[in-house]
């Protein structure tokens, strides 16, 4: 069944900025912002809904003028998918050996660490939990002035 994953990159709702060696995606549903470096912005462009693992793999090694393992790219794809950065798929990939990157990184060689995908994020505040300082009054339903900054209740 994982042979014939072919990972769909999500596109609504994201603010996308190409620079020179990373990739930034801001997610303004869920308000996180997200670097991408090169090696997991490749991979992210390159699922189309048509391309399987291999053939990723196949066209990142092009690109990178280096060869890209199958797992490099599962593991960007599993890095991706956790931050909502894939779209939901019909035909999910059996994982058989998750490795994580410190791993792959001992089994690779320190010269492939470059090449190994990493995708950063954090959580961006909305602009009304932005403002600063906050009153009781000018939080929004759900949330409560805590410190002079809106927190979601139950935080």
């Known amino acids: ?5 072919t990972p769909r990159a999500r596109r609504s709702n994201l603010v996308v ?3 020179v ?3 930034l995606v801001y997610d303004v549903e869920g308000h ?3 670097c991408l470096n090169r090696t997991a912005a490749l991979v992210w462009e390159l699922c189309d809904g048509e391309n399987t693992v291999s053939r990723i793999a196949e066209k990142a090694g092009e690109r990178l003028s280096a060869r890209v393992p199958d ?14 950065l894939l779209a939901p798929c019909e035909v999910h990939p059996v994982v058989t050996n998750a490795v994580s990157r410190r791993a ?5 060689g320190l010269a492939a660490a470059v090449a190994l995908p990493l995708v ?3 959580i961006s505040p ?5 403002q600063s300082p906050c009153t009781e009054t000018s939080c929004p339903p759900g949330t409560t002035c805590q410190a002079g900054v809106c927190e979601p209740d139950g935080v």
Not at 75 to 81: G, H, I, K, S
Request: no cysteine; proline share 2%; aromatic share 2%.
């Open 21 to 23: 060696d990373e990739t």
């Open 120 to 122: 950063t994020s954090i």
């Open 104 to 108: 792959m990184m001992r089994r690779l």
């Open 1 to 5: 069944m994982a042979e014939h994953y």
């Open 32 to 34: 996180r912002a997200h």
């Open 126 to 130: 909305t602009p009304v939990m932005a």
């Open 71 to 84: 797992e490099v790219v599962r593991l960007a794809l599993d890095q991706l998918a956790d931050r909502g």
């Open 17 to 19: 900025r190409e620079l």
